[in-house]
């Protein structure tokens, strides 16, 4: 099974400053197809995990674009240009080049 | 609007069973794959099953091979989870979402995402 690792596990944030999440594969997400299916969720309290970003840094029906992904192989990143109030939550990155799915233990992201 | 509505979770004890369903509506529901996934209290998010647009096509994590079953019903656009011989460790919030796919060819998709989750069911697994 690929093994998906975030850090930081907690990130605290001043409302108005970037923050930054950390995502490594224990193996390459580059499918045979050449694509690498990296994806990364928002779960905001209480509420059901949201898709922000796919094929590692294609933004979803909706999402702002101070939300981008990037990254390679095994490294990826999701970055918040300017974090606001309502980006409260727990973000998960998940692969899905490979059976069984997978996901990251997520990163808490909070306002200081 | 794209809505998934899951129920069916409740308190069940060890041993026990439990079907869950998942109810589709502001898209072509047939036209999907989809999936469950599952919640731990307080944990993180762990993948169940998978099943293909037409059901031909059905994965499961190993920790629910051979006791959980996917399936569909594309007419009444609905997916279900039937739980068999329950264990505490199954005690989740399970959701279902919709599969973005990737076309190889008109014979192979690959799994993209998961772009529409429904709010979850809660299934509790206790004496």
């Known amino acids: 099974d690929i093994v998906m690792t975030q850090t930081p596990l907690s990130s605290p944030v001043t409302l108005g400053q970037p923050a930054s999440i950390s995502c490594r594969s224990s193996?390459?997400?580059?499918?045979?197809?050449?694509?690498?299916?990296l994806s990364w969720l928002q779960q905001r309290p209480g509420q059901p995990p949201r898709l922000l970003i796919y094929?590692?840094?294609n933004r979803f029906s909706g999402v702002p674009d101070r939300f981008s992904g990037s990254g390679a192989g095994t490294d990826f990143t999701l970055k918040i240009s300017r974090v606001e109030a309502e980006d409260v939550g727990v973000y998960y990155c998940?692969?899905?080049?490979?059976?069984?799915?997978?996901f990251g233990g997520g990163t808490k992201v909070e306002i200081k | 609007q794209v809505q998934l509505v899951e129920s069916g979770g409740g308190l069940v004890k060890p041993g026990g069973s439990l079907r869950l369903s998942c109810a589709a509506s502001g898209f072509t529901f047939s036209d999907y794959y989809m999936s469950w996934i599952r919640q731990a209290p307080g944990k993180g998010l762990e993948w169940v099953s998978y099943?293909?647009?037409?059901?031909?096509?059905?994965y499961y994590a190993d920790s629910v091979k051979g006791r959980f079953t996917i399936s569909r019903d594309n007419a009444k656009n609905s997916l279900y989870l039937q739980m068999n011989s329950l264990r505490a460790e199954d005690t989740a919030v399970y959701y279902c979402a919709r599969v973005r796919i990737v076309w190889l060819n008109p014979m192979i998709v690959v799994v993209d995402a998961f772009d529409i989750w429904g709010q979850g069911t809660m299934v509790t697994v206790s004496s």
């Open positions: 094929k590692i840094s």
């Open positions: 998940m692969q899905a080049t490979q059976f069984p799915l997978t």
């Open positions: 193996q390459s997400l580059v499918h045979s197809d050449g694509n690498t299916y």
């Open positions: 099943i293909s647009s037409s059901g031909s096509t059905i």
